[in-house]
């Protein structure tokens, strides 16, 4: 062992000790944020969750571009890995070498990897340089991002592998300079990541595996609040009420801007980012460590602004490479504005009172609901039961369904299908109550629960078991939701439903062959997509009832819809800053050139068909059951 | 608001089935408006805003609705059986009032059911206090009370000095949304129910009728040809003409 050697162990030494001081101290970090039990259940989907999301890169991929590109980085890291251990215990070992441990092909096949991968791990970065130099990538711009920080790190890789090749093709004097350059590179980078945004090398990976974003458990389902004894803050304040997995979050991100380059509220003008939201939480509480207690996250580094703005479409979410959860803390936090602080634009106030005392957030007579239904001969629920008769399903219609003119016309053709099927079906009529979405979503736990509390305390006094609903954000409520406070039932949507019924052959419909060819374009409900994956029932139910269908695609369709503007109680608030969404979103599916538009859900359908009117349009917006039951052959 | 009534059988009240119930507008403005003074105040622990209301035990309700925006306790009158008669109603309130030595005590312009707008003056009168009625805005200063009431094309200040009796108008203040802290609070606040001492009903209700449904519109015809009938039916039928 020479003196170097000696050296060589002292600075290894140091260097580790350095890194995992740093390591406690952001463990230490972490502890502040609130206690959250709900990270290691299910390990098998964790792991299948961390092999598809971390390992084999599936969300990296979605951009053609950038995916290509870092998944050869982070390959090449975890190749490169081995033979950064090879060389510092060489360091420490005089001659030590992986080779009398593996067969010789082996260390010849891992040698082999070693070169290629560095040679593809440089590449990238200087592609990944390059691109950042000249070509000013929009979702990498931003004021909360910190430009010089990839500059820096890009560069530091491209070293280490220049250092890399440099010191295998030398000898002598010109190879120690280049191994003890690499080295020292290499351990200055593990000491940096804890200063940088590219911690997320560190974090990513365990950041998936404790992610819920992808499961296991219900997707996008809110955390239920104990009411009772929540009560010193409600929601988040700072960054001590959120989960230490949000403030893990923080750490993961590396301002990549997926999440913001798929914003509605940010694509059309809005203050909100979802990445600054994520940048805030490390932001504020690496302050918070140091013990700087003078601000708070909700105010002095996230406005109301921002977080009214939010349409819950859970598009940032969807699109995280390290499945961090944006849409938690905004919840969060206005659960705080909301319940701790009574503030919230005043426009929503009439829909919080008209939801309390009227079961509905429009302030119609709970006496109309199923004035709708008036010569259909549909009996309630409570009619049946007089009869001791109980239905097959409950058709749930919804505050929309029930009271929005527009939207009754899509339960009476709903109605229709389930009656042409024979379909032996009720409604709650004056007894159904809103399901609490846009109260929850509004921050309104208090509100929610009890309207959810209501409507379970209905459907168990009437045993009800499958309900079926047109409305998107009462099937997500009553079958993803309701669960957290005992109501258990098999909740399906229309488009499904139809769909089962058409399979089964029971929706009789005319068959006209010479009808013309109608072309199509499908607006994605957010929360029958992204939060439930259903995407190909509502299509399958049109092809099913027009054979002549020409079904074009917006260019964000499915899991990359863009929303209508409505969620998230956005339906209730005023948009007056930037342009509007449903505007967006209409433009997009009238350059499609389709001559008819097709939703699925009553909020969409007001959001569309306000936007598509406004411009003079001829394009017709239909929901899929309007669809259906003009084919009726009775 | 869009509730459709039906009249009860007894013929003199509103079938209250499935109404919820809630405070009348006039008082959540007096609510905030009286929360609002007491935050106000340089030391606003120092004074207590109560409510009290007269009725059946559904109004504890809207009294812990009121608490929950901020009032510090309530009283409740309790009385089960319809009332009409603002004599009878005030008389009672004034009973309560008169043993607690307030400042200052607001009222609603007036219910938004019966609408009589007497309740306020009459317990005034009761008590022996000055009163300022439907006023929109209101300070207190040095003692006294600094009113504003809202006129035809003009308003008009007017001044009294405390003790003092205010009926509220709508504008003074936007009652606020009781928040869960708020909500949590008001549980644990003091709620005292006690029999209403109600004065003799000087005036009775005999009876109680919805409009009459609006019939159906009719078309005519169309084009100047419908003109004549028109002008017929409207001095005939409607005798508008």
Same mark, same amino acid.
């Given at each position: 062992m020479s003196a170097s050697n000696v050296v060589f162990a002292i600075v290894v030494v140091a260097a580790f000790g350095f890194f995992s001081y740093n390591v406690q101290r952001l463990v230490g970090e972490l502890q502040i944020g609130r206690h959250d039990?709900?990270?290691?259940?299910d390990l098998p989907r964790r792991f299948w969750n961390f092999l598809q999301?971390?390992?084999?890169q599936k969300k990296i991929f979605r951009d053609g571009v950038a995916g290509p590109m870092h998944a050869a980085i982070f390959w090449g890291f975890c190749v490169l890995t081995l033979g950064t251990i090879e060389m510092i215990l060489g360091g420490i070992v005089?001659?030590?070498? @992986?080779s009398p441990y593996v067969p010789r092909l082996g260390y010849e096949f891992y040698e082999f990897n070693q070169n290629v991968w560095a040679a593809l791990v440089l590449a990238a970065v200087s592609f990944a340089l390059f691109r950042r130099l000249t070509? #000013?990538?929009?979702?990498?711009?931003?004021?909360? =991002?910190? *430009?010089?920080d990839p500059l820096l790190i890009l560069s530091w890789i491209g070293a280490l592998m220049i250092t890399m090749f440099a010191s295998h093709a030398t000898t002598g004097i010109v190879h120690d300079l280049m191994w003890w350059s690499h080295a020292l590179l290499v351990l200055g980078f593990l000491n940096y990541l804890p200063y940088s945004k590219h911690l997320h090398v560190v974090v990513s990976l365990p950041n998936v595996f404790l992610s819920n974003t992808s499961g296991?458990?219900?997707?996008g389902a809110m955390r239920p609040m104990d009411l009772e004894s929540d *009560?010193?803050?409600? /929601?988040?304040?700072?960054?001590?009420?959120?989960?230490w997995k949000s403030l893990l979050d923080g750490f993961a991100?590396?301002?990549? /801007?997926r999440c913001t380059s798929v914003c509605p509220a940010n694509l059309t003008g809005?203050?909100?980012s979802p990445r600054k939201i994520v940048v805030n939480v490390r932001e504020r509480l690496e302050a918070e460590a140091k013990?700087?207690?003078?601000?708070?996250?909700?105010?002095?580094?996230?406005?109301e602004e921002e977080l009214w703005?939010? =349409?819950?479409?859970?598009a940032c979410v969807q699109e995280c490479p390290v499945s961090i959860d944006q849409l938690s803390v905004i919840l969060e936090l206005r659960r705080n504005l909301v319940l701790?602080?009574? #503030? @919230?634009?005043?426009?929503?106030m009439p829909a919080f009172e008209s939801m309390e005392q009227? /079961?509905?957030?429009? *302030? @119609?007579?709970?006496?109309?609901?199923?004035?709708?239904?008036?010569?259909?001969?549909i009996p309630t629920m409570a009619e049946m039961a007089e009869r001791n008769e109980r239905p097959?399903?409950?058709?749930?219609? /919804?505050c929309m369904g029930s009271f929005d003119d527009r939207s009754k016309k899509t339960t009476v053709a709903f109605a229709k299908i389930l009656k042409a099927a024979g379909v032996n079906f009720a409604i709650l009529g004056q007894e159904e109550k809103c399901n609490g979405d846009a109260a929850r979503r509004m921050g309104n736990e208090y509100l929610y629960q009890m309207l959810a509390k209501d409507n379970i305390e209905t459907l168990e006094r009437y045993g009800v078991k499958t309900v079926v609903t047109a409305c998107p954000h009462c099937f997500h409520q009553i079958g993803n939701e309701y669960p957290q406070f005992g109501g258990n039932y098999d909740v399906v949507h229309h488009s499904t439903y139809i769909e089962s019924l058409m399979a089964a052959g029971r929706v009789p419909l005319r068959e006209d062959l010479h009808e013309p060819v109608r072309t199509f374009t499908y607006h994605d409900s957010c929360y029958l997509g992204?939060?439930?994956?259903?995407?190909?029932a509502p299509r399958e139910t049109m092809r099913r009832a027009l054979p002549m269908l020409n079904l074009v695609e917006m260019? #964000?369709?499915?899991?990359r819809g863009l929303c209508c503007g409505a969620g998230g109680g956005r339906m209730f608030?005023?948009?007056?800053?930037?342009?509007r969404i449903n505007a967006e979103r209409a433009e997009e599916a009238l350059a499609t050139g389709a001559d008819a538009i097709a939703v699925a859900c009553p909020f969409c359908m007001t959001m569309m068909s306000d936007s598509v009117k406004s411009r003079d349009s001829h394009v017709d917006v239909y929901d899929v059951a309007e669809v259906v039951a003009g084919q009726l052959a009775i | 608001m869009d509730v459709r009534f039906k009249i009860a +059988?007894?013929?003199?009240?509103?079938?209250?089935?499935g109404l919820k119930f809630d405070i009348s507008d006039f008082d959540g403005y007096a609510v905030e408006a009286a929360l609002q003074i007491k935050e106000k105040?340089?030391? +606003?622990?120092?004074s207590e805003v109560v409510v009290i209301s007269l009725g059946p035990d559904v109004v504890q309700e809207t009294l812990r609705k009121a608490m929950s925006m901020g009032a510090d306790r309530a009283v409740q009158l309790k009385y089960d059986g319809p009332i009409h008669d603002s004599y009878a109603i005030a008389s009672a309130l004034a009973a309560e009032l008169?043993?607690?030595?307030?400042d200052l005590v607001m009222f609603g312009r007036?219910?938004?059911?019966?609408?009589?707008?007497a309740t306020g003056t009459i317990a005034a009168e009761l008590l022996g206090l000055p009163i300022i009625t439907a006023i929109s805005k209101l300070d207190i200063e040095g003692g006294r009370v600094k009113a504003r009431r809202e006129l035809e094309g003009a308003y008009e200040l007017v001044e009294c000095p405390l003790p003092a009796v205010v009926t509220i108008d709508e504008g003074i203040a936007r009652p606020r949304y009781p928040s869960l802290k708020g909500i949590m609070a008001a549980k644990k606040k003091p709620l005292e129910s006690k029999p209403a001492q109600v004065g003799e009903e000087r005036y009775k209700l005999d009876k109680m009728e919805l409009p009459p449904e609006r019939a159906a519109g009719r078309i005519i015809?169309?084009?100047?040809?419908a003109v004549p009938e028109l002008v017929r039916l409207l001095k005939e039928e409607a005798k508008v003409l």
């Open positions: 039990d709900s990270r290691w259940n999301i971390g390992i084999f005089p001659g030590f070498s @992986f070509k #000013r990538v929009k979702r990498l711009q931003g004021a909360e =991002t910190h *430009a010089n296991p458990g219900v997707i *009560a010193a803050v409600f /929601g988040a304040k700072d960054v001590e009420d959120l989960s991100c590396t301002e990549c /801007g809005k203050l909100l013990g700087d207690h003078s601000k708070t996250l909700l105010d002095d580094f996230i406005t703005s939010c =349409t819950t479409c859970r701790g602080e009574s #503030r @919230f634009p005043e426009e929503i009227r /079961g509905s957030p429009w *302030a @119609f007579d709970p006496g109309d609901r199923a004035k709708w239904a008036a010569g259909m001969d097959e399903v409950l058709y749930w219609v /919804g992204r939060y439930n994956d259903v995407y190909d260019p #964000r369709s499915k899991d608030m005023e948009e007056k800053v930037g342009k | +059988p007894s013929g003199i009240s509103v079938d209250e089935s105040q340089a030391d +606003p622990a120092a008169k043993g607690g030595s307030y007036m219910s938004i059911d019966t609408a009589n707008q015809g169309e084009g100047k040809d």
